[in-house]
């Protein structure tokens, strides 16, 4: 199986602040540091690290040439990679010292992915092969509907969730969903996790759902089945590739044809080493530092008052 990530591909530009700036105030960073990143190149970078055979489909600008370079030299097929004009898509990223984070993602390129360069890339995929999408690029829902029609599952990461995905995206047409709470309310109008499965199942009932609920763990549903996992006590430094590494892993495992608790296992050890280091990208471990570090960290156990 190929695993096609049609993804955002960014240049991060990360501000160390003593706090999140609040409205009209003005503060200094104490640091400013440039990496890869976007949704899109960071899950290709954690499906390859954990040993999927991975091709990226995107638009870099005239300043992002490096990033396909950066995924080429982490396992990442680059051969529908395609340049533009314009500026590349961006992110303003503020890190506080606990490793929280706030985001601001500007499209540009990402914003360039048109119907005929994604039928010129559907053309090299077909049934048995699996598309991966964010919400971080335009055609989103033209590139799902082509994928039903060629047979090819799909598994989306609804994020950033907005007014425009909740109206146009066919969500029906979905295998496997990648949610937090956040999008996981706003897809399913309820509160509680178990009232958001119940509703998510309820309405797409042959699609699986990965809901993670931050330092609680994760729960995994579909019509037969419910996982849950917790988290591993670690040292946070950035928060920022946290739940990409968590994606990459669990779909690289999970079209392995690994087992459900496995795959939870795997992405979670992966995404706690993750934010054990500063940067997005460049923080993704390698599978052999996550079977090496399953053993020795300290787990615990879920805990969700409201599953």
Do not use: W
């Amino acid at each position: 199986m190929s695993i096609l990530n049609f993804g955002s591909l960014n240049i991060d530009h990360v501000y160390h602040v003593d706090h999140f700036v609040r409205p009209g105030e003005t503060i200094s960073a104490e640091r400013l540091d440039y990496f890869s990143g976007g949704k899109g190149l960071n899950q290709s970078i954690a499906l390859a690290k954990a040993g999927a055979n991975v091709y990226h489909a995107g638009k870099i600008g005239v300043d992002g040439e490096n990033l396909k370079q950066i995924l080429s030299d982490n396992g990442v097929h680059t051969d529908y990679i395609e340049m533009t004009d314009g500026v590349n898509g961006h992110a303003l990223i503020q890190v506080v010292p606990s490793g929280q984070n706030n985001i601001i993602i500007y499209g540009g390129s990402n914003h360039e992915i048109t119907e005929e360069y994604a039928d010129r890339v559907l053309e090299h995929f077909g049934e048995g092969d699996l598309v991966l999408m964010q919400n971080e690029t335009s055609c989103i829902d033209y590139i799902a509907r082509k994928c039903a029609q060629k047979k090819i599952k799909i598994a989306i990461n609804p994020s950033p969730i907005s007014e425009k995905l909740l109206d146009t995206f066919p969500f029906e047409l979905v295998s496997l969903f990648f949610i937090n709470e956040i999008e996981g309310r706003e897809l399913s109008g309820k509160e509680k996790t178990d009232e958001i499965l119940d509703s998510l199942l309820e309405q797409y009932p042959d699609s699986a759902f990965v809901l993670t609920l931050g330092h609680n763990g994760v729960v995994y549903r579909d019509k037969n089945n419910t996982f849950t996992h917790g988290i591993y006590d670690i040292k946070v430094v950035d928060t920022t590739a946290a739940g990409d590494t968590f994606t990459g892993y669990f779909l690289a495992c999970y079209a392995a044809g690994e087992p459900v608790p496995d795959c939870l296992r795997k992405a979670s050890v992966a995404s706690s080493l993750a934010v054990s280091k500063p940067g997005a990208a460049p923080s993704i471990p390698r599978m052999e530092e996550v079977q090496e570090a399953k053993s020795h960290l300290k787990y615990v156990e879920f805990q969700n008052p409201l599953f």
